[in-house]
């Protein structure tokens, strides 16, 4: 930076407000009705996750019966929260990696309120007693084009400002989002084209449908999370990506591995007998992708330490790294053909290795992305450090407790049902108990997160130039710094981007 | 790197897996062949099981009740699992007419339906022969229906099924006003005088679906993966 002029400095500043200017309300409206999807998902979670040991809970209910609450739980956070925290992540850092403001925030919000129309549609469709029938595609079958149309108007954007912009350099993030943008409408328009309209072998239906939910976990989730997380922990510790060689070795692992995985869930169903064994080989190679991403990402942030104990968005990206780890371990250790394909193949462990997935890996580094961009559109800083840190301890631990539950309970589950010398029996009652209180405990967490993001979308942040950080490093007066400077986006101040 | 090469990467790494593991296997097994069954009794002998009526409608109410959320629907190879050994999950150990009718699930049982109901978990049993156990060990001398309705009703009101973690259906039934004879339909449970329930249009075409679930009917010997021993062979 001290060879840059003055001058292209201010311009770049000025260039990066106007761009934070341009997506504040699509980004804002994206990341808060995505919190409040979290906070709804979680609830259903909770009452879902409740009825599998108490069934009596709400029984006489028909909306909340249990094969509708755990449809509208999963579909709620792959919909309503994933998908939505992924745009605005996505929108804003191709923005800012393209060098191009939006030019249709307008449109983005217009096709934001659909997708969220047919979410919400979607959801009281599952639980009103309309749901497909085919995991995480219950929506009744008119939302699927709608969401599909509204995902092109959202993201059509980004595509054409990376098309449009400045030559130069193609930084690994933009691959990976360029990547999991493309991906996505692939994988969906297939899924829900075969079974929705071109009806064919039922079993080798269920084949593709497990093979959407494996492509739409590592296809888009961990992309999108990968490259965030390559965006900020270079950006926040101000130090380069560890080896970018390493970098691109990931990327294109991924993009080689990730599509032949997912039907492993079909091993000994009446399919060609390749496809559950090729889908298992492959979910165990996704080892390589993901840990080498993780490790990268990690050893980048550890080449600044105090950064890291003091950035929630780095402590937030740290944590959904290492559950990165441990998504890759199980990945392989689940997978084994000869010895726990089997015995996991119809148990909790499914179940947390989603989680772990969605929550554990692409939500933490989602929040740690929020922290960093809310910010930096409403020019506000966050209120409270208190809110921060219980968010990050609530969901870190309740993630590691339902994943690792879910994981290991599951084995156990799996030991049981496949010793058929014993009469059956439920096996994962004693782990559903410990899954409902831990959800409890997130959605204790988020309901804060939700609060505290809606209060800086109404502009109520702090008006400051220091940022909210998670260690106290200097002014005892005031717990956040000194009050008053609040120009810190404007020019001037490009070192604090 | 330019955009082109990226995309053509991305097509190339995506594509040929989505060739190989969606598009063409599935189309493949759209056409299924038909199987000969020279031991068939119908008039085209070819392996292909029924599947009619309100089984179709009951499948539907299967798919929007999550049924598939806590049981499975198929009995795996021996390569895959242990679920052939258990004595009631592929077919009967000890059927009365045909001995051991065990069998793991083949491509054909599922003929018929829109989507094949796998699973994801099994928090309840397999119930690919369902229908089966429910005639022979759970209702014994007593309408399988009858069974069924009060198991769907509330699970827990079995004795023999005190710690079921299944979840009550009642929304599934009608409670109404007994006027005239009580219906034969009604289910034994008290619900107060002058009142009764039955079970509503879903209850019926579930149990109907539920009574079809029968994967163990004989299969000619190209599906036959585990022939049985001639007399004589150890």
């Known amino acids: 930076m001290s060879s840059v002029t003055s001058t292209t400095t201010d311009q770049d500043a000025l260039l990066r407000a106007g761009i934070d200017r341009s997506l504040r309300h699509p980004v804002m409206f994206f990341l808060t009705s995505g919190a409040a999807w979290l906070a709804v998902s979680i609830l259903l979670g909770v009452i879902a996750s409740a009825k599998t040991h108490h069934p009596s809970f709400l029984a006489e209910c028909a909306w909340f019966t249990y094969g509708r609450v755990f449809p509208a739980h999963m579909n709620a956070l792959i919909y309503g929260w994933g998908m939505q925290a992924a745009f605005a992540v996505i929108i804003w850092l191709m923005a800012r990696l393209s060098r191009k403001e939006c030019s249709a925030p307008g449109t983005i919000l217009a096709a934001g309120h659909v997708w969220n129309l047919g979410v919400a549609l979607g959801v009281m469709g599952i639980l009103g007693g309309h749901g497909t029938g085919m995991p995480w595609m219950e929506f009744p079958a008119f939302a699927w084009p709608v969401l599909l149309i509204s995902y092109f108007a959202i993201l059509i954007w980004s595509f054409i400002q990376f098309r449009v912009r400045p030559e130069g350099h193609v930084y690994i993030s933009q691959w990976y989002l360029l990547g999991a943008m493309i991906w996505f409408p692939w994988i969906f328009i297939t899924a829900n084209t075969l079974l929705h309209c071109l009806p064919g072998h039922p079993v080798m239906g269920a084949g593709i449908n497990a093979w959407f939910r494996s492509a739409l976990l590592f296809l888009f989730f961990v992309p999108v999370a990968i490259g965030t997380a390559y965006y900020l922990s270079p950006k926040v510790t101000g130090r380069p990506v560890f080896s970018y060689s390493l970098a691109k070795l990931g990327f294109w692992s991924l993009a080689v591995i990730a599509p032949w995985a997912g039907m492993q869930k079909l091993a000994g169903a009446p399919v060609p007998y390749f496809l559950p064994y090729v889908g298992a080989a492959a979910t165990a190679l996704l080892f390589i992708p993901t840990c080498s991403a993780a490790v990268n990402n990690l050893r980048t942030m550890m080449a600044g330490p105090d950064t890291l104990a003091s950035s929630p968005s780095l402590r937030f990206t740290a944590a959904g790294l290492v559950g990165l780890i441990v998504l890759a371990i199980s990945a392989v250790l689940l997978n084994l053909p000869g010895s726990t394909l089997p015995v996991t193949q119809f148990t909790l462990s499914g179940y947390g290795f989603d989680i772990l997935a969605i929550y554990g890996v692409f939500s933490l580094i989602m929040f740690g992305a929020t922290y960093f961009i809310v910010p930096r559109v409403t020019r506000r800083e966050w209120l409270s450090r208190r809110l921060i840190k219980m968010h990050f301890l609530f969901s870190v631990y309740g993630t590691i407790f339902v994943a690792v539950v879910a994981l290991f309970g599951g084995l156990l589950q799996g030991a049981g049902q496949e010793t058929w010398q014993n009469a059956w029996s439920n096996y994962a009652r004693p782990y559903a108990v410990t899954i409902t209180l831990t959800w409890g405990l997130i959605l204790f967490s988020n309901v804060f997160f939700f609060i505290h993001l809606t209060l800086m979308w109404l502009r109520l942040g702090r008006r400051s130039s220091h940022p909210t950080l998670l260690v106290s490093q200097h002014h005892t007066s005031s717990p956040h710094g000194e009050e008053g400077d609040i120009d810190n986006a404007g020019p001037g101040h490009a070192h604090a981007h | ?234």
């Open chain 2, 1 to 234: 790197m330019s955009l082109r090469t990226f995309i053509l990467g991305l097509t190339a790494s995506f594509g040929a897996a989505w060739l190989a593991m969606v598009v063409v296997p599935y189309f493949k097994m759209r056409d299924l062949a038909p199987i000969a069954d020279p031991a068939a009794k119908s008039a085209t002998p070819i392996f292909y099981p029924k599947r009619t009526g309100r089984v179709a409608d009951g499948a539907k109410v299967y798919a929007e009740n999550g049924c598939y959320l806590c049981h499975t629907q198929v009995v795996r190879p021996t390569y895959a699992g242990n679920d052939l050994y258990r004595p009631d999950w592929g077919g009967l150990k000890n059927d009365a007419d045909r001995g051991d009718t065990r069998r793991e699930t083949n491509a054909f049982d599922f003929i018929g339906e829109n989507f094949a109901q796998i699973g994801t978990n099994r928090m309840g049993p397999d119930l690919s022969n369902l229908a089966r156990r429910v005639e022979t060990e759970y209702a014994v001398g007593s309408d399988p229906a009858a069974w069924l309705y009060v198991r769907l009703y509330n699970p827990t009101a079995n004795p023999k099924l005190w710690n079921s973690t299944c979840p009550p259906h009642p929304f599934l039934f009608e409670k109404r006003e007994v006027k005239g004879n009580p219906s034969k339909s009604a289910l034994p449970v008290d619900v107060g005088a002058g009142f009764e329930v039955v079970p509503g249009s879903d209850a019926r075409a579930l149990v109907s679906y539920l009574l079809s679930l029968k994967k163990d009917h004989p299969v000619p010997a190209a599906l036959d993966f585990a022939p049985k021993k001639k007399a004589g062979d150890s």
